[in-house]
Each structure stands twice: as C-alpha cells, then as structure tokens.
C-alpha cells in the first residue's frame, strides 16, 4: 500500500471518531508514539495525518498542550430569512440567529461616510463623486469576536434617516430602507473565501490558517436600483452558510 | 499616522489599481524600492501592504518573477439553476456553465460503491449496513483541474441504473433520478471554507495558501427522501458563487 494512502485511512479513522463524536472538542488525541503503535504505522505516517486534520480545521497541535480537537460552534447562517416577512418586533437577524442558539449576541457599530472601493462602489452603482453611508459591524457571540459586516447605503438615499446616524437601529436598517420607500425586493449573494488579511486576523483573533469566507450581499429595491451592499467577513471554522431551495 | 494605517493605505491604493483593471492579471508590480519611492513609505511598510495583497489573493510574490498580478477568472456557480426546468437536450450544469464562458470542459469520472463517511451517510439517512454509489468528478476547464464533485446516491435507489455504471451520463443523474421516480424537489446547500487536504492540494495544483471552499447539496425528493448528497471543492480563487433571491 502507498504511503498516501496509508496516512489517509489513519486520518479518516481519527475524523471519524471527531464526526461520530468519540472524540470531543477539547479532547486530546492520543500522543504521536500511542498513535504508531494503534494504527501500526511510522512516526512520518502519523505526522502526514495529522496534518490533514490540521487543515480541515479539526484539530489544533501545540506544543504545551499537545493534539487537541478543536471547538466547533459554527453559527448557522439562513441567508434567505432576510427576505421573508418578519413580524414588526423582529430583532435584526444576527442577534435573532445566534439568541436561537441560546448565545448572547453583542456587536460595536461604527458609522462613517467614505467613498467606497471599487468593488463596492460598482454594486452599489455609484457615481465618482457619490458617497455611501458604511455602518460597519464587528459581532460578538458570547464576548468573543465572531464575524464583520459592513454595509453600504447610498448617501443620497439615506442622508436624513436613523441610518447615517451612529449607533444601533434595534428593529435593523432594512425596516428603515422600507420606511423610505425602498423595500429590497430582490437580493443577490456572491460567496468565495480567501485567507484574511492582517488587520481581520487581529480583529476576529483568527487562529493561524483560518479562512475566511466572505458574503457580499446586494439589496435592490422595486425599481431595481441597489439599496445596500452588505459585506460579510466569515471566519470559516465558526460559520457554515445553509440555503434552501424548492423546485416552483 | 500609525504604521498600521500607513501600509492598510498603500495596500488599498494597489487593490484599487487592480479591481479597476489599471493592473492587469500578469502584469508586474513596481518593486520594493519603487514602491517606497512612489508612496513614500519604507521598506516594512511596502512588504506589510504586499503581504495583505497576497494574503487576499491578489497578488503573487516569487523571487524569480517578481510580484505578479494573479490570474482571476473565477468561474460563477449558480446553485439556483439546477431546479429551474430544463430543456430536454440540457448539458450537465458544470459543462454547461464553463461552455457558456466560451471555456471548455472536460471532466474525469470514477464511480464506486462504499459506505459513505458519517458526513455523508447522515446526510443520505443511511443505515449503518447501507450502501451508497458515489460518482467521483475531477472537473477541468481548459486542460486545468478546476475542481471536484462527489455526488452520492443511495444504493437500493440507484443499482439497476446509469447513475451505478462507470463513465458519463450525459443528460446528467438529476435527470436519471427523476427517470426512476425520484425527482429532487427541494434542495438544501450548505457553504463554507477549509484549508485544503494534501490529496486536494495535489489533485487541483492548489498554490500555498489557497483555501476551498467545500458546498454540500442534499437533494429531497417529493417524498422528502434524500436521494443525493454532492460534494464540491472549490478552489477558492477560482470559484465564485451567486444566489439570486426574491421576496415572495
């Protein structure tokens, strides 16, 4: 048998014992020489496996603490909640999604106007000389760093609202989007990941090669003009993204 | 000025110059000392500022070539397409979606009957004795590896079908399925984002640092019976995913 393929039926049998939960976050593997003498394989074997769940993000080795499997709560992100009707005392949906979940949602906003990048500016179908309003969020999930969104709106539209104002909007900013006479009727959600850059792995305190998957969320309103880009920075060990579809 | 601010400000005056095209994919960066030149910064400051650029994916850094504009053409998945009714003579929606870019498609294909992963088997429901046929894609555009789709079937479904023989089923499984009276009505997708595996690293020519994105669709027929459980990697900096959504 290669030696490929060796390691990767060691790996499989130890992420199976993660996925069927025999062994559970927090738990530590057994040691290096335990794991040669249990699967009947060399030193370099068992370090080639355990380097595949390092990557996938199953487990963390250090030094002190040895191989550790890793915590794993990601939030569940329903990206299609958004657009269903919500009754008027609805809480804005990451702080309803995560009290779901029995957690405490927190969050710092900070509100600016900027002329956005590129790549926001072309969504939001600005002009060169047109600003946006960013309420930029960095969430918390029982105190601890969890996620960034950013979103956009067009000065213009919304100058005189609760939205170019700092500070919280508790029933959200798209209920005030509504109330201007520009419900989003119409959203599209781009998703690809990448590694974080410096400052989001300082922010999110991002353990070392963690992706993160970012979701950009267009709103267009009944007139098909953009309303908001909403920029989400998902560090990719704490989220998983879940739509679903039916056939019409 | 905090040096933090200094290097996020030539980082996003270089992003800027690539997402508007003025720095084409391929093309060559000016080197460290030009750099420090044109934006008056040190030399740290220019390697903190190249560094977020790499760390997003923008940019590559080699000692012989230089820094070089990536090279992006990330092929859009639309996930919403494969429930829309088709037209009879409908290709597979991978070819389908890398034809209409004028790219093409081609595909290796390895079907095989295991017992599935806790992951997977839980998806399909399967009892512990049960079996699955997995049809096992290395998907390539233009003679590139592009990415993999596992797609896995229940065995007492599917054994006296096309979906448990060797080689391509050019009208696509979904359509087999709905042959044997198990057509997918509902679909549930779930999305993130992990460093890749060794045997991934290998089988896609991944580059350093390149995370997948991994997106598992369950697909329920009218008896909301999960008739299959497919399994796309995508390489990051190669894929793209679009949902569009409207209000009902």
Redesign the interface.
């Known amino acids: 048998m290669p030696r ?1 393929t060796l390691y ?1 039926l060691v ?2 049998e130890l ?2 014992a993660i ?2 939960g025999a062994l559970r976050p927090g738990d530590q593997l057994p040691t290096e020489v335990e794991l040669m003498g249990i699967h009947q394989v060399s030193r370099n074997t068992v370090r ?1 496996a355990l ?2 769940l390092v ?3 199953l487990i963390t080795r250090t030094p002190r603490r040895g191989t550790v499997v890793r915590e794993r709560r ?1 939030l569940l992100i329903h ?2 909640r958004e ?2 009707p919500q009754p008027e005392e609805t809480k804005e949906a990451f702080a309803w999604a995560v009290s779901q979940e029995g957690r405490v949602p927190s969050q710092h906003i900070e509100v600016a106007i900027v002329q956005p ?3 926001i500016a072309s969504r939001l179908e600005l002009a060169d000389d047109e600003f946006a309003v960013v309420r930029r969020r960095l969430r918390f999930v029982d105190g601890q760093p969890y996620n960034t969104n950013d979103s956009y709106f067009p000065l213009s539209l919304v100058a005189d609202s609760e939205i170019a104002r700092p500070g919280d909007i508790t029933r959200g900013a798209n209920r005030v989007l509504t109330e201007l006479g520009h419900r ?16 989001e792995t300082h922010r999110l305190q991002l353990q070392s ?1 963690t ?3 970012v979701y950009i969320r267009v709103g267009y309103d009944e007139g098909d003009t953009p309303v908001r880009v909403a920029v989400s920075v998902l560090p ?2 704490k ?10």
């Not at 959203?187 to 400052?199: F, K």
């Not at 989220?239 to 019409?248: A, D, N, P, V």
């Open positions: 490929s990767q790996a499989s992420r199976r996925y069927s080639l380097g595949e990557n996938e993000g990601p990206p299609q657009l269903q990048a590129e790549e989003q009727v119409r959203m599209v959600d781009d998703i690809w990941a990448r590694m974080p850059n410096t400052s090669g992706p993160v998957v990719a060990d989220h998983l993204i879940r739509y679903e579809l039916e056939s019409r």
